[in-house]
């Protein structure tokens, strides 16, 4: 069970606050390998902020001066099940053409967020997408697409924290955990 903020539900810890810096470290590292100094980095929001927002920074201190432009999308709504439908909330406002983008999510769960913004930066003309999530949660993709960056194969469970929600509570806790039922 987490201490303070979590209010009263029972949260279990999945990806330490440790276990996420490291990992983001590596990441950050295999992205400059692969793209160079100059990506430009889209998170789709919310979900991917802090996750985001960690990157970044482990950019810099791998050696990169990314660009940074914000898509934010919604296939969950407030629920836990996917419409199945992703709609643009907020939409980017760099130029795309000719640039090495970069698409971070959080999460990979049916692949359908990830595939939209993938063909949004294609029909804008992108030189390369990559894509980079946090968690890949395997078995239930609904489209082909796979991740080029995976920070960790997650479990098949309802995870919050780290940006992530459940019913836009838990994106403040510091670690990825998921509510004990
Ligand atoms: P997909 O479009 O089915 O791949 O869903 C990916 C999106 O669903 C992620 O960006 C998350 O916002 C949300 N999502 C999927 N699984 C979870 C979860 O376990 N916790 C919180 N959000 C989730
Ligand atoms: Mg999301």
């Known amino acids: 069970m987490a201490g303070s903020g979590a209010g009263d539900a029972r949260i ?3 990806y330490s606050a440790e276990a996420l810096s490291a990992r983001v470290h590596e990441l950050a590292r295999e992205i400059v390998a692969r793209m160079g100094p100059r990506p430009l980095i889209v998170p789709i929001l919310k979900g991917s902020f802090v996750f985001a927002a960690d990157l970044m920074r482990a950019l810099h201190d791998a050696g990169a001066a ?3 432009d914000f898509l934010s999308l919604s296939s969950y709504g407030a ?6 439908e992703v709609t643009i909330l907020r939409d980017t406002e760099v130029p795309i053409e000719g640039r090495d983008v970069l698409i971070i999510d959080d999460i990979l769960e049916s692949g359908r967020t990830l ?3 993938r063909d949004l930066m294609a029909a804008r003309h992108a030189r390369t997408i990559l894509t980079c999530v ?5 078995g ?23 940006g992530m929600d459940a019913a836009h509570a838990f994106r403040q806790l510091p670690f990825v955990g998921f509510v004990e039922e």
Do not use: I
């Open 12 to 14: 279990s810890v999945l």
């Open 140 to 162: 239930k993709l609904a489209t082909q697409l796979k991740a080029d960056f995976v920070g960790f194969e997650c479990p098949d469970v309802f995870v919050v924290g780290y």
């Open 79 to 84: 629920g836990r099940t996917s419409r199945g």
């Open 115 to 117: 595939a939209f913004a």
């Open 66 to 68: 990314p660009d940074m």
């Open 134 to 138: 946090l968690l890949d949660k395997p």
